[in-house]
């Protein structure tokens, strides 16, 4: 049997379905991701980077609530998240000051857009931003972001879990590898998120 039958016999992937306020939430876009020489730069980076650029145009051309992710620490340390930093000691290019935690000018937040600054992978994770959704009415969030196995994923799941309605954008992400990448839009789309395409993620923020 294949794959996609055998879970869908098992009742998994079932469609949660767009909401009727919606978000773009862009998870981590900064140069840490595309820059030559960076230890996360990603080969399929700029493209995701290019697709996450569009779905911000139409998030502000139709009004829309706007959240861009980044992660930072005080210093290479990463005291704010030992375990994590021991488990990746690459987390120390988000060192405040590094220029591979900023955002590329394609996707760099216009004034008034909310910004969340974290040290986890999850976008949720000790952050205030359910309530921010909340507070603005989002029952239906539009993800892209790096990396697809890592900090997407954590976000797409905890946006569940919070109550809101993740649409992953399967062109608004990236990942070190394939294998990753498809395994894991396979595994959200299964259990915890939609996977849609760019073209259906901006027709529906139009």
Not at 102 to 121: M, Q, W
Not at 160 to 177: I, K, N, S, T, W
């Amino acid at each position: 049997m294949a794959l996609d039958a055998d879970y869908a016999r098992a009742g998994f992937a079932r469609r949660l379905g767009w909401g009727e306020r919606p978000a773009v939430l862009l998870v981590d876009p900064v140069a840490a991701y595309t820059a030559d020489g960076s230890p996360l730069r990603l080969d399929t980076g700029q493209a995701a980077l290019e697709a996450m650029a569009a779905l911000l145009k139409a998030a502000r051309a139709a009004g829309l609530p706007v959240v861009l992710t980044g992660v930072r620490y005080a210093d290479a340390g990463c005291a704010e998240a030992p375990l994590f930093a021991a488990k990746v000691p690459a987390l120390a290019a988000f060192a405040a000051g590094s220029p591979l935690g900023e955002f590329p000018a394609e996707v760099a937040p216009a004034p008034g857009e909310h910004v969340v600054l974290k040290h986890y992978a999850s976008a949720f994770a000790g952050t205030s931003l359910a309530a921010w959704l909340t507070a603005h009415r989002v029952d239906t969030l539009v993800i892209g972001g790096f990396s697809t196995s890592g900090c997407v994923r954590a976000s797409a799941v905890d946006a569940l879990q919070h109550g809101f309605r993740p649409m992953v954008a399967r062109e608004a992400c990236a990942d070190r590898d394939p294998g990753p990448h498809e395994a894991n839009l396979f595994d959200l789309d299964a259990k915890y998120a939609d996977v849609v395409s760019l073209a259906e993620a901006l027709t529906r923020l139009g």
